[in-house]
DNA sequence: TAGGGTACCTAAACCGGTTTAATCGGACGC
DNA sequence: GCGTCCGATTAAACCGGTTTAGGTACCCTA
């Protein structure tokens, strides 16, 4: 029913005032150049006829939009499964919001990021979790907007900003040997899009930490058939641990690139009778805030994912105000925060046939 | 340095194919009115230029966004702290990315939702966790916008979308009830915004759940001295509680309004002595996905949060595109989730003592 | 009383597209 | 041979604002 009132212009309240549209602008933009009875009779009619100037109208003349976007390279809802990402987004919005600016999520449309990347009305593009050999990756570079790459080596010209991925991966890895662990499964994450492959990603900075770590205590993981991939979440993380696990993987110690994807492990880990950290150590990757509540509390890599999101919100910011600014990066630091999820490994051979009895 | 080159236009792409700008719209939009080797060599240079058309523009003569806005009556930043709202979100993103529509949030300009709606470019708006008394209420209101209101009384000729709030409040409450428990804390969330009484609220509807169980079933709780209220965050759950205990107050029971508040109870209750649930039981609200792995497994009254944000994005979707369609109400089911935070109360008179003796 | 400011307001151009109405040249019918 | 219709393309209006360049009327000064 509710009578849609067709929205009132700026055309409607100059002609209601008996005055010109440059008059209405003025008189809501640069009230000095009317005379101060004018100006007012002009908001009256406006407050009246309940006007507001199109903001998108108001865009295109600007020039501008106030804001700012966000890229996942994955579909928004897939991103935000990830509490990581929520977090993340926290730090952008507490930064763009100060600033006045607003957000919009920039994800593939139809499956195309070059086409959501048209669509999205921004000033400025802040992109996460895109591999370097995304195939979009040219449709992002080409973009004349000011960029900041999180989470990937920088680009050509490019802000860029990361954490010290290998630095904490090598800590938590570290950890576990120093525990007695040398069947370590890790569990890394699921490349964000079909096709794109990993050379400098999140996922393969993690993997050389591990790797390093394990490979110089003498750990199997040399081989590498102990890498399995996962979605990072609850059920990625117990989905990857049950199908290793039947097809005969006995770790006593696992590596997750994610603390959903860890916590899904543990679940697992569970459900085939073993006990963390009795029998199974879980290290996870984040330290989001929940993991401190988690049954065990998890033991994991902090990053500092809030004020990634800040750092990088203030260098698009200013990438945005001032174009000519020269690109920065920097990295954050990492460190290992040791819960309950870990413990000294089991001895040889008993695990399994402990197992066992509990199943 | 990056020489930022000038973003091509609809007329450079013109000048340089010879064409009209007439012309090179039709090449992408209407192809068929052109002659074939026309709109091949149109696009050619287009390409060769790297012409995107700007999205504002096409905005601005389409007379529509192809966004969704969503409104929160809190700082972004806030509202993304309580990963409830990510969850919904999800929802949301799943149904408008499918309808090719993109997000956007708003929230408080300068703590003006008012400036920010007039700043919004968006074709429908889905407003959460808005009182009805909510100072800006009016701005809302006079919107010429199709609305959809979630987790509010419905207006006047706006669709609306809730859950049974008062029958989960109830449900939970009647759960504790049962095992015993008759000094019960309740802890309610913070209003969203200074000022914003509270009428119809999500807080007001659940409270009278909980109070109409507790009542009669004779708790203390009828003299509704047992309400605190605190952000629903881990934090303002922490301090709260420690604030009642203080106070004096020893509960049996906790009956939370939001799950991570209800953690954060629990790790309250922990640091001065308790053991949950032994000496104090703790019952959340909305189940989010990790309360199923926190220590103890949360008792919870389950929402379905995502379908919520689903459901709503639908009816949005639908008030865009026949805005004359009718109003719609929908009320979704909730249901209490029994985990491990909840247990007999402990006899009378002795989990005092018992307390001092493990503190 | 003409020239120069100043205060106040308006006409018109512009932002960058889309869309409707008009133009033009050629093929067709009678 | 002339009117008509059609296909291809363009000019111009429009979306709803902002902003620049004027234009009046009035006052002050020489």
């Known amino acids: 029913m509710a009578e849609r009132i067709a929205r009132a212009r700026i055309a409607d309240v100059a002609r209601e005032a008996g005055v010109s549209k440059s008059a209405v602008s003025f008189a809501f933009n640069q009230p000095s150049r009317l005379r101060p009875e004018t100006a007012q009779r002009i908001r009256e009619?406006?407050?009246?006829?309940?006007?507001?100037?199109?903001?998108?109208?108001?865009?295109?003349s600007a020039g501008q939009t106030a804001t700012l976007g966000i890229v996942t390279p994955q579909p928004l809802d897939r991103a935000f499964?990830?509490?990581?990402?929520?977090?993340?987004?926290?730090?952008?919005?507490?930064?763009?919001?100060?600033?006045?600016?607003?957000?919009?999520?920039?994800?593939?449309l139809e499956g195309s990021l070059d086409r959501a990347l048209g669509r999205a009305t921004v000033d400025g593009i802040l992109i996460i979790g895109v591999g370097d050999r995304h195939p979009e990756i040219d449709a992002l570079r080409r973009t004349s907007l000011p960029v900041v790459v999180v989470d990937a080596p920088p680009w050509l010209d490019r802000s860029a900003l990361a954490v010290d991925d290998e630095g904490g991966a090598r800590e938590a890895a570290r950890h576990l040997v120093s525990l007695g662990h040398r069947q370590v499964l890790?569990?890394?994450?699921?490349?964000?899009?079909?096709?794109?492959?990993?050379?400098?990603?999140?996922m393969a900075r993690r993997l050389r930490g591990y790797r390093g770590a394990l490979v110089s205590a003498g750990s199997d993981?040399?081989?590498?058939?102990?890498?399995?991939?996962?979605?990072?979440?609850?059920?990625?993380?117990?989905?990857?641990?049950?199908?290793?696990?039947?097809?005969?993987?006995?770790?006593?110690?696992?590596?997750?690139?994610?603390?959903?994807?860890?916590?899904?492990?543990?679940?697992a880990a569970r459900s085939v009778g073993l006990s963390v950290p009795r029998d199974l150590s879980v290290v996870g990757f984040d330290d989001l805030p929940f993991t401190?509540?988690?049954?065990?509390?998890?033991?994991?890599?902090?990053?500092?994912?809030?004020?990634k999101g800040e750092e990088a919100a203030r260098m698009l910011l200013q990438g945005i105000a001032d174009a000519g600014s020269a690109p920065r990066r920097q990295v954050l630091a990492t460190g290992l925060v040791?819960?309950?999820?870990t413990a000294p490994a089991p001895a040889v051979g008993t695990p399994r046939l402990e197992v066992m009895a509990h199943a």
């Open 186 to 202: 890790i569990v890394s994450m699921e490349p964000p899009s079909l096709g794109s492959e990993v050379r400098e990603s999140v």
């Open 221 to 267: 993981a040399e081989a590498s058939p102990w890498v399995v991939v996962a979605p990072a979440s609850f059920e990625g993380g117990e989905a990857v641990f049950l199908t290793a696990w039947q097809d005969g993987r006995r770790p006593t110690g696992v590596l997750a690139m994610s603390d959903v994807s860890a916590i899904g492990v543990i679940r």
């Open 338 to 341: 040791i819960r309950g999820s």
């Open 81 to 108: 499964a990830n509490p990581f990402f929520a977090l993340f987004t926290q730090g952008v919005a507490r930064v763009a919001e100060e600033a006045g600016f607003a957000l919009q999520f920039i994800s593939p």
């Open 45 to 60: 009619v406006a407050a009246r006829l309940g006007y507001r100037p199109h903001p998108v109208a108001r865009m295109l």
């Open 292 to 307: 401190a509540f988690t049954d065990p509390p998890l033991t994991t890599v902090h990053q500092p994912v809030e004020v």
